[in-house]
């Protein structure tokens, strides 16, 4: 079906790609005309201005005949729209041309020649739009007008239609963006146009482009950078029918079902295995990637060693299954069982730039005890998420810092060593545990540090399943407050008010439902319908001991077992800074 798919930029599209291959583009007459309106326009716009350099834009699929002339079947209201857009800036650019800054700076000549030979193929136009509503006539109108500088008759009601409007448009975008003579503005933004990445897929013929293209058009979906990693796969291993490939390729697809889990294990793998030479360089291409690298870096060793590519992703994501979706770890899977609730836990508390780490640990030391390492990413993260130190863009780095200690032999200590050095000091820690907002600030994180402090608390014996959910798949055990958010009239407490989303306020309750909004007596000794207590002196919780001796509920109190809580936090984190 697919002859070749690559990721190409703009500017190579347009004129000369790595192959020394230059093409003509033409719209199919069947094809509908020119439709984006100026939503779309400023979409594009804004996606291109305000992201970095090489921001990816999508697919263009198309059947290449004779003459290197390119049919396009998907993706003609992009490529229509990049043609007007780099009109609009060519236009901007031709009366520059004889200023000093342009004259006496090559790289901005070579540019300004570059961008006229966009819109030529020869002696002819590069890109040919739809004959429907005079998208074709229009779009001609203005490259002789502008890059031939053929000043004929302009087409009857030009300016009432699309391709004109759009053109207009982007030149107006352009003026807001650039100031007065601000010839590197200008450049800038050129840049961003031209280094902008689409996936050009060649198709073989016209079947096989209108097969991918009903595929992604009956999705809703683009194709996604698993898709196109695929794709390269199967066109680059020949001793194997595309068939075969797939189905070897969809053994990675259902361990990791999920888009984003994907997308994040091609990220992990990479991160994880290229320092230590496997399928990637490690002289070569950056410590970490995102999303818009990984069609391009995938591509790349793809070309040089497909099987072994493939054969990698798949015995890795074997692994990577069971952290993304430790639920699916059975009794049988005998390496992960004992891992199950621990790693259960660590994803709802939101670890993922830890997979870095774990998935390079447990693929090279299998045998390995992790128990240990599992407890100290768990305090880690907690203390990360509470104080949000390290920043979040950092945590990527860490992680691949972390995984180079480990590359000759597990050293659990040199290990610990490395990650306690990136936290925050226990005094922060102090601070952000008496913020007066916890709940507000992240409700999800201290539920898990009070179900975190409850299991501590609780035998083998008598554990509970604090995220069991019932059959509507909502939580059974939620985070409570033990002063109500919305008290009943005439129970109002300005000073409980004011520790209303500490810590010492909060609790865990399988009956939330039930307790909600009563006050603090009905809430400790509430009965359910069998006349079992069910309240906060039901014994039931652990951390709820404090209210036990309690028969009314106030600031001093809350302060007081929101300082019990936190030393006792204090404590069982303590000894990741040992």
């Given at each position: 079906?697919?002859?070749s798919?690559?990721?190409?930029?703009?500017?190579?599209?347009?004129?000369?790609?790595?192959?020394?291959?230059?093409?003509?583009?033409?719209?199919?007459?069947?094809?509908?005309?020119?439709?984006?309106?100026?939503?779309q326009?400023?979409?594009?716009?804004d996606?291109?201005?305000?992201?970095?350099?090489?921001?990816?834009?999508?697919?263009?699929?198309?059947?290449?005949?004779?003459?290197?002339?390119a049919?396009?079947?998907?993706?003609?209201?992009?490529?229509?729209?990049?043609?007007?857009?780099?009109?609009?800036?060519?236009?901007?650019l031709?009366?520059?041309?004889?200023?000093?800054?342009?004259?006496?700076?090559?790289d901005?000549?070579?540019?300004?020649v570059?961008?006229?030979?966009?819109?030529?193929?020869?002696?002819?136009?590069?890109?040919?739009?739809?004959?429907?509503?005079?998208?074709?006539?229009?779009?001609?109108?203005?490259?002789?007008?502008?890059?031939?500088?053929?000043?004929?008759?302009?087409?009857?009601?030009?300016?009432?239609?699309?391709?004109?409007?759009?053109?207009?448009?982007?030149?107006?975008?352009i003026?807001?963006?650039?100031?007065?003579?601000?010839?590197?503005?200008?450049?800038?933004?050129?840049?961003?146009?031209?280094?902008?990445?689409?996936?050009?897929?060649?198709?073989?013929?016209?079947t096989?482009?209108?097969?991918l293209?009903?595929?992604?058009?009956?999705?809703?979906?683009?194709?996604?950078?698993?898709?196109?990693?695929?794709?390269?796969?199967?066109?680059?291993?020949?001793?194997?029918?595309?068939?075969?490939?797939?189905?070897?390729?969809?053994k990675?697809?259902?361990?990791?079902?999920?888009?984003?889990?994907?997308?994040?294990?091609?990220?992990h793998f990479?991160?994880?295995f290229?320092?230590?030479?496997?399928?990637?360089?490690?002289?070569?291409?950056?410590?970490?990637?995102?999303?818009?690298?990984?069609?391009?870096?995938?591509?790349?060793?793809?070309?040089?060693?497909?099987?072994?590519?493939?054969?990698?992703?798949?015995?890795?994501?074997?692994?990577?299954?069971?952290?993304?979706?430790?639920?699916?770890?059975?009794e049988?899977?005998?390496?992960?069982?004992?891992?199950?609730?621990?790693?259960?836990?660590?994803?709802?508390?939101?670890?993922?730039?830890?997979y870095?780490?774990?998935?390079?640990?447990?693929?090279?030391?299998?045998q390995?005890?992790?128990?240990?390492?599992?407890?100290?990413?768990?305090?880690?993260?907690?203390?990360?998420?509470?104080?949000?130190?390290?920043?979040?863009?950092r945590?990527?780095?860490?992680?691949?810092r972390?995984?180079?200690?480990?590359?000759?032999?597990?050293?659990?200590?040199?290990?610990?060593?490395?990650?306690?050095?990136?936290?925050?000091?226990?005094?922060?820690?102090?601070?952000?545990?008496l913020?007066?907002?916890?709940?507000?600030?992240?409700?999800?994180?201290?539920?898990?540090?009070?179900?975190?402090?409850?299991?501590?608390?609780?035998t083998?014996?008598?554990?509970?399943?604090?995220?069991?959910?019932?059959?509507?798949?909502k939580?059974?055990?939620?985070?409570?407050?033990?002063?109500?958010?919305?008290?009943?009239?005439?129970?109002?407490?300005?000073?409980?008010?004011y520790?209303?989303?500490?810590?010492?306020?909060?609790?865990?309750?399988?009956?939330?439902?039930?307790l909600?909004?009563?006050?603090?007596?009905?809430?400790?000794?509430?009965?359910?319908?069998?006349?079992?207590?069910?309240?906060?002196?039901?014994?039931?919780?652990?951390?709820?001991?404090?209210?036990?001796?309690?028969?009314?509920?106030?600031?001093?109190?809350?302060?007081?077992?929101?300082?019990?809580?936190?030393?006792?936090?204090?404590?069982?984190i303590?000894?990741?800074y040992l």
């Open positions: 079906m697919i002859h798919a690559n990721q190409i930029t703009i500017s190579a599209l347009l004129s000369k790609d790595s192959g020394g291959d230059t093409f003509q583009y033409v719209i199919p007459p069947y094809q509908r005309g020119y439709a984006w309106n100026k939503n326009w400023d979409n594009l716009f996606d291109l201005s305000e992201n970095d350099n090489g921001y990816f834009l999508g697919s263009l699929i198309y059947i290449l005949g004779e003459e290197n002339k049919t396009v079947i998907d993706g003609q209201q992009r490529l229509t729209t990049l043609n007007l857009l780099l009109l609009a800036i060519y236009e901007k031709i009366p520059l041309r004889s200023n000093p800054i342009i004259t006496e700076n090559d901005y000549l070579e540019k300004v570059a961008t006229k030979k966009y819109f030529l193929y020869g002696e002819n136009i590069r890109f040919i739009p739809s004959i429907q509503n005079n998208n074709k006539t229009d779009f001609e109108y203005l490259i002789r007008k502008i890059v031939k500088k053929d000043e004929s008759n302009q087409p009857a009601n030009f300016g009432n239609r699309r391709i004109a409007k759009a053109f207009k448009h982007f030149s107006e975008r003026d807001t963006i650039i100031k007065k003579d601000d010839i590197k503005a200008l450049f800038d933004f050129l840049d961003k146009v031209t280094s902008a990445c689409v996936v050009r897929i060649d198709t073989k013929d016209e096989s482009a209108f097969v293209f009903e595929s992604i058009n009956n999705r809703g979906v683009p194709l996604t950078p698993m898709d196109l990693i695929k794709n390269t796969m199967i066109s680059s291993i020949n001793n194997k029918t595309a068939e075969e490939t797939n189905l070897e390729w969809q990675v697809v259902n361990n990791l079902s999920d888009y984003d889990v994907q997308v994040r294990y091609l990220r990479y991160q994880a290229r320092p230590i030479g496997l399928i990637f360089s490690p002289d070569k291409g950056k410590e970490k990637i995102t999303k818009n690298d990984l069609i391009r870096t995938y591509t790349e060793v793809i070309k040089d060693n497909a099987e072994n590519v493939l054969a990698e992703l798949i015995k890795k994501s074997s692994i990577y299954k069971f952290l993304s979706y430790p639920e699916n770890i059975q049988k899977d005998e390496l992960w069982s004992k891992y199950k609730n621990k790693l259960f836990d660590l994803k709802k508390l939101g670890i993922a730039p830890a870095t780490l774990l998935l390079f640990l447990f693929e090279k030391y299998s390995q005890n992790f128990a240990n390492l599992l407890d100290y990413i768990e305090k880690w993260f907690m203390i990360r998420h509470l104080t949000d130190s390290p920043a979040t863009n945590l990527d780095e860490i992680f691949i972390a995984t180079e200690t480990q590359h000759n032999k597990y050293n659990e200590k040199s290990l610990f060593d490395e990650l306690q050095k990136e936290l925050p000091s226990q005094e922060r820690i102090k601070e952000a545990l913020s007066k907002s916890l709940y507000e600030d992240n409700p999800a994180l201290i539920r898990y540090i009070l179900i975190y402090l409850e299991q501590q608390n609780r083998a014996e008598n554990k509970v399943d604090f995220w069991a959910v019932n059959q509507k798949g939580a059974i055990w939620s985070l409570e407050h033990i002063y109500p958010q919305n008290p009943k009239e005439g129970e109002w407490n300005e000073d409980c008010k520790g209303l989303h500490s810590l010492g306020n909060l609790t865990l309750s399988a009956y939330n439902s039930n909600s909004n009563k006050s603090f007596d009905k809430k400790a000794e509430d009965k359910d319908k069998k006349d079992n207590i069910i309240g906060f002196k039901s014994g039931n919780v652990k951390i709820n001991d404090y209210l036990r001796n309690k028969d009314k509920w106030c600031l001093e109190y809350i302060e007081e077992r929101g300082n019990q809580l936190r030393e006792i936090f204090l404590e069982y303590n000894s990741v």
